[in-house]
């Protein structure tokens, strides 16, 4: 889809705006919930101008990342930036790596690509798609210089646990694209599922927490606060910080 946009079509019950439909494949468990594809007039004139330039598509398979940035640079991953601005932040501070962002919320990743579109951003890419097809499809092994997942959906009730991204299989499935020495960066403002993150990591093969006493680490520089996190912080949340190196 990467380049004509045949995934976004008129609504045909006379209202203005666009239906919009993000890749994935069938599944019984996500991590997320498929919300109404609408977007607006203005967010559809965002993904005409600027799709092309940094649109990528879960269905032209593996990706040759040293071609599409014209370059070889470390690779930043990052799975659910939600509406971008602070994978935006990076990218523009970090113009020495390459950033891929992953995100099935539409209006987010028009966001971001307006965005980075008007400050003439080089070095980021986005899938808009499930992270765990793209992750599948089209991300080469040992690719990976830092993974980021910051404040994935908590999914806070018992019975919805199993739903929650960070499962063992996964970490594991993350761990082969990492590169020796990679680092995957988590954040969370839920206790119980910065408690799960911890337990499902410290048992994970071939990654070794970076933390002190294999707690919880400081949140670093690079890491700007995210929208997420400050609509927390205004309901007095705190934060945890995950790091793990692939050893
Ligand atoms: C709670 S929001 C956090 C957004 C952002 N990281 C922040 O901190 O502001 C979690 C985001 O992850 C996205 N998401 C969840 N599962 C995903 C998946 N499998 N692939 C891509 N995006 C996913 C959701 O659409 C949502 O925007």
Redesign the pocket.
Known sequence: MSDNLDFIAPVDDGEEGFLIKPEFKPKSI???VIRAGRITVGQKAAFDTWWPTYGLSLYKGMLNIETIFGRKAPLVLE?????GD?LLEMAKNEPEKDFIG????PP?VGKLINNAGKEGVKNLRVFM????DVLEDCIPDGSIERLQL????PWHKKKHNKRR?VQPAFVQKLRTKLKNGGVFHMATDWQPYAEHMLEVMNVAEKYVNLAHGNGYSERPLYRPI????KRGERLGHSAWDLMFQHC
Do not use: L, N
């Open positions: 996500r991590s997320f799975i659910g930036f939600g509406m602070s992953i995100e099935v919320h987010g798609a499930d992270a765990m910051y404040f994935p959906d991204i995210t929208k997420f996190e």
